[in-house]
Each structure stands twice: as C-alpha cells, then as structure tokens.
Nanobody
C-alpha cells in the first residue's frame, strides 16, 4: 500500500507560522511532483501549492508570498511552510503525490491535517 503520511498542523494565532510534512510510506515511490490541497469550511477542495518534477512551484493567489512548498533531496518528503497565517487559511490540508492522474492531481493522498488560525 502506497501511503502519504502527514504531520504538523494545529492551532495558531493570526500572523503565526506552521509547517506541514508529507512522507511517502508503504510501497516505495518517489515524490517527483506534488501538491497541497486545502478544504476550507463550506468550500471545495482547492490546490494551494504545487511543485513540479523540475522543482518549479506554483501557488494559489491567496497564499503567494506567504506559503512555500518544498521537497527533500531524497524525494521522500514534501513540505508546506505557512507564514503570516490568516484566519481564512483555516481548513483541512491534504498532500497529494504519486503517479499523475491529470493536471494538478496525483494518485495518492495524505490523511489530511487540520489547520486552524484564530484571530
């Protein structure tokens, strides 16, 4: 079973920072390209950050300049560093990686982790 295991998240005050981690487990595979999705209350799941196999990154407009997606050299773990958090960043964050299924979508999902930003 190929799995993505997430860690990090939690409750933070506005202006604070959190780092999410997503590690490949089970069946061996490398994280070449990946994304972080956010499911905010009452909203559809949204791709907020992605990294391509060549290392290039893209961000949803609302998080540009505040969030950074990165990948370790062994391509085992992908991270999302979230700085200057805002209440509207609140939601369940899911990492997504593995064989590509389409543009901005990959085969495997992490279990999700709650990020709550208070005022």
């Amino acid at each position: 079973q190929a799995q993505l295991v997430q860690s990090g998240g939690g409750l933070v005050q506005a202006g604070g920072s959190l780092r999410l981690s997503c590690t490949a487990s089970g069946s061996a595979f490398s994280i070449n390209a990946a994304g972080w999705y956010r499911e905010a209350p009452g909203k559809h799941r949204e791709l907020v950050a992605s990294i391509s196999s060549d290392g290039s990154t893209k961000y949803e407009d609302s998080v540009k300049g505040r969030f950074t997606i990165s990948r370790d050299n062994a391509k085992i773990t992908v991270y999302l560093l979230m700085d200057r958090l805002k209440p509207e960043d609140t939601g369940v964050y899911y990492c997504n990686a593995g064989p590509p299924r389409g543009w901005g979508l990959w085969e495997y999902w992490g279990q999700g982790t709650q990020v709550t930003v208070s005022s």
